[in-house]
């Protein structure tokens, strides 16, 4: 055999160049192809199958599965805010032991709404922590701790919070949310900033006419607009307007807000008759656009003015609302400025107009519409487009005052008949758009 194979080579190797190298060529792919051949066969024979295997922690993750979610059981929002609290705490021990995951866990929880999800995921990531027996530990030492304090039945720490007023004033600011966000916008300011301004005019205005608020403002939960010498949802004076058009065409000003924002407050009509629409802009009830407008402005106007001589109040958002309240005559740039503003008088308690915006900004009130910027002044870098100073324009209603003792009335149903010589306003929710309380 051995002889064969040897005859068989020498044969071989007396071929020439070309005919070796076809030879190889053939072996090479009869090789591949028994290669193929044979994995196909090993594949369809099942030799490749994973069968697969019970994991050893199928049990506990079956119990992580079935813990109590706070959606399969009623609760009342008290007992859901109780536990979120708990949940909280339970974080804050176990970051001491896993900061990464803590830290994981509580995004996945601000975006949950259950807040029972917060013990799943602590309890599938203790499948790999181990034994958890100071975690386990420290969290019952911290409750042990928590528990010596009992629970204060003091709802809110801000008081005026707590009257009738809040919630209703909230839910008229969150209807003029898109209008707000959209001057912020177009100003770069925070919105926020200008939610602080809104509601220390608002609340000054429910506690000075509280038998219309209790009659009218309760019931139809809109924002009071002032119409005598203050205008429109947030109390801009004539004069007050008009210096702020003119710091915003002024470079040499020191309330000069850029390029970006000159035309912002163009008028379509000239001479006059821009005092009228000028007016129109701010008692508008059915359009508050320009009341944030104008009132972006005076912040953004008198934070440069700070800027630029020197002292930064950009992140002082008590002393902004003062120098809202108190006016372009009174914002003098030094090193101590102090909160203070015009005093209202909420349920026989005292309060400046700074401090007001101030409580609201810090208190966490309304922040999932209105929520804090890092930067809470934008400066522009390009100016507005034709399309925006068109959009801004066009927010003026046009539409007539209401005539007097109708400022408050609900919109009739549209099949129904009005009264004699009177007229119905609607608004997109089919609800009186504004008042005039100071009429």
Known sequence: MAS??????????????????????VWLFALAGFAIIGA????????????????RNSRYMLSVSEMESINDSEYTPEQVQQRWMRQYLKLAVFS???????????????????PMLVDRMIAAAGLYAGDLTEYNNLLKE??????????QQTPNVITWMGGAEWPVLKEAIVRDKALIVEAGRLTGVEPRLIVGCLIGEQIRLFNSNRENFKKYLGPVKVLSVQSQFSYGVNGIKISTAKAIEDHI????S??????????????????????????NRLVDYRNHLYSYLYTACILHQTMLQWKRAGYDI???????????????AQSVPKPDPVCGGSHINIHGQTYTFGAIGFDFYFSGELVEDFPFWRQHFIPGDKELTDEEIAYIQGSVSNCK???RGWEYAKATPVDSTPKPDATIYEDDDDEFAGTYANE
């Open 4 to 25: 064969k194979l040897g005859i068989a080579f020498q044969d071989w190797r007396r071929r020439s160049f070309w005919r070796k190298t076809l030879d190889i060529v």
């Open 40 to 55: 196909w066969a090993f594949y369809q024979l099942g030799f490749t199958n994973n069968r697969g295997a019970v994991d």
């Open 96 to 114: 001491k032991f896993f900061p990464t995951n803590a830290q994981l866990i509580t995004t996945a929880a601000q975006y949950g709404h259950d």
């Open 142 to 151: 911290v409750e042990q701790v928590m528990n010596r304090v009992p629970q």
């Open 249 to 252: 065409k002024d470079p040499s």
């Open 254 to 279: 020191p309330f000069y807000m850029g390029p970006r924002y000159e035309h912002l407050l163009d008028y379509t009509v000239e001479g006059k008759a821009q005092e009228d629409e000028r007016y």
């Open 314 to 328: 950009s992140n002082r958002p008590d002393i902004l609302f003062t120098l809202f309240n108190v006016g372009f």
């Open 401 to 403: 005052r209401p005539p």
